[in-house]
C-alpha cells in the first residue's frame, strides 16, 4: 500500500503570508500513459466535511480561490497558500488515487494564524 | 444540488452490527463510484471502503475487511456499509463520498456527507 506523509504536522502563518505544505507518497503517484499524478488535497475545516481543493496534483476545483495552488510529481508535492486569509484555518490533508485501493490519505497538516 | 446523507450511527456494543445508508441525491447516482471514509475523534481521516458505479467490483481497507461489506441500491439511490464484529476502534465519523466522474473509480472525492457518528462501547 502507498503510504502518505506531511510536513509540518502544523504551521502557524500570519495573514497575508505564504503557507506551504508538503506531501510524500511512498512511491510514485505519476501514472505514465497519462502523465498525471493522483494526488489531490483536501481542507477540512472543524465540524465540517473535507472539502476538494486540488486535483491531478494540480488542478484547481471549481470555486477554489486561486491562492490555493498544488505543485509537484512523482512522490513530492506542495500545496501553497498564496496570502493566507482568516477562512483558511483548517487541517489538510493530501491524498493518493493510483490504481487500485486504498486510497490512502496523509496524516494532515493543522494551519493556524501566528 | 448533490446531496449526500448518512444515517444509521448509533452507540452499540462490542462485537455488535450496524448498517450505515446514505442518500444521494442531485446528480445520476449509478454513474458514480463510491466510498466510505471514516474520521475516528480527533484523528486524521481513514479511507474505509469503495463500491464500483454497478456494485460489481468492491475493495477495503485492510483495517475493516471481512467485517464490513459495502453495497448500493442504484434503483434507491442509495449507498449501504454493513458493519460486523464492531470493535471499538471503528469509534468513528463515517462519512459517504462521490468520486469526481463517472464510470471510473480513480478519481478524488468531490461530495462529502456531513457523516454519521458510530460509537462503539459497552
Known amino acids: 500500500d502507498i503510504v502518505m506523509t506531511q510536513s509540518p504536522d502544523s504551521l502557524a502563518v500570519s495573514l497575508g503570508e505564504r503557507a506551504t505544505i508538503n506531501c510524500k507518497s511512498s512511491?510514485?503517484?505519476?501514472?505514465?500513459?497519462?502523465?498525471?499524478?493522483?494526488l489531490a488535497w483536501y481542507q477540512q475545516k472543524p465540524g465540517q466535511p473535507p472539502k476538494l481543493l486540488i486535483y491531478?496534483?494540480?488542478t484547481r476545483e471549481s470555486g477554489v480561490p486561486d491562492r490555493f495552488s498544488g505543485s509537484g510529481s512523482g512522490t513530492d508535492f506542495t500545496l501553497t497558500i498564496s496570502s493566507l486569509q482568516a477562512e483558511d484555518v483548517a487541517v489538510y490533508y493530501c491524498?493518493?488515487?493510483?490504481?487500485?485501493?486504498?486510497?490512502?490519505f496523509g496524516p494532515g497538516t493543522k494551519v493556524d494564524i501566528k | 444540488e448533490v446531496q449526500l446523507v448518512e444515517s444509521g450511527g448509533v452507540v452499540v456494543q462490542p462485537g455488535g452490527s450496524l448498517r450505515l445508508s446514505c442518500a444521494a441525491s442531485g446528480f445520476t447516482f449509478d454513474d458514480y463510484a463510491m466510498h466510505w471514509v471514516r474520521q475516528a475523534p480527533g484523528k486524521g481521516l481513514e479511507w474505509v471502503s469503495l463500491?464500483?458505479?454497478?456494485?460489481?467490483?468492491?475493495y477495503y481497507a485492510d483495517s475493516v475487511k471481512g467485517r464490513f461489506t459495502i453495497s448500493r441500491d442504484n434503483s434507491k439511490n442509495s449507498l449501504y456499509l454493513q458493519m460486523n464484529s464492531l470493535r471499538a476502534e471503528d469509534t468513528a465519523l463515517y462519512y459517504c463520498?462521490?468520486?469526481?466522474?463517472?464510470?471510473?473509480?480513480?478519481?478524488?472525492?468531490?461530495?462529502w456527507g456531513q457523516g454519521t457518528l458510530v460509537t462503539v462501547s459497552s
Open positions: 463500491i464500483s458505479w454497478d456494485g460489481g467490483s468492491t
Open positions: 491531478w496534483a494540480s
Open positions: 463520498a462521490k468520486v469526481a466522474r463517472g464510470y471510473s473509480s480513480s478519481w478524488p472525492f468531490d461530495y
Open positions: 512511491q510514485s503517484v505519476l501514472y505514465s500513459s497519462n502523465n498525471k499524478n493522483y
Open positions: 491524498q493518493q488515487y493510483y490504481s487500485t485501493p486504498p486510497f490512502t
